[in-house]
């Protein structure tokens, strides 16, 4: 257990670095350099979106999706053996929860390289077809981003949940869990609005990691 933790702990701080990433991509390099402004318009846009195919900013951030995606389900299969003895059904969701979340943001980084990588090949080969196959792997890619956003909130907030129920965490984290809820659930209702995550998240993780350290190694 003590080992899964240290795992655990290195996850979350490597989930703040990830997320740190994607801020730096969407709050700057995007708009400055690639002309994203509006996320409801222009990552629909195929003609910027072939323009920016293998920028440092989407190579960035398909890798930070891959890592953030295998760290998400280490963490909560910690979080889910240390919340076993007292809460057996809210660690099971909360292994459930981050590993939909991990799926889907193992998927879009997926979609970002090896996909893209893909989706090159068969531009080449069929190129009257161009435009669709990057309408079909921006369809997929958005789909399960969505998947992604949605277990992550959903994972949140089983954290909180589980947090304050054993006086694990503060109740200002467990506040904090619950307000990370919120994008999950607005990204089904307006994708667009689910991806506020980004800007929300990074303190989370980081107090959760932080807070991961003084831990007991078992539960």
Known sequence: MKQLKTA?????????????IHNLNGLYLEPTYLGFEDAATDYTNMAKIENAQWSFSFLSSGIAHIVV????MILGLFLS??????LP????LTF???MLSGLGFLFTGISDI??????ELLRKQNPDYNTDVLLMVTIFRGMVNILAIVGLGWFAGQVAWCGRKTKTFHWLFSLFGYINVLPGIASLVFPPIGFAYIQLLPLWMLWLGLRLRQLPGSS
């Open 96 to 98: 459930i929860a981050a």
């Open 114 to 119: 090896p996909g893209t990588v893909y989706g």
């Open 8 to 20: 655990a702990t290195i996850a979350a701080f490597l989930i703040v670095v990830g997320m740190l």
């Open 69 to 72: 995606g295998f760290s998400l």
């Open 89 to 92: 059904i809210g660690s099971k």
């Open 81 to 86: 053996e240390y919340f076993s003895k007292a």
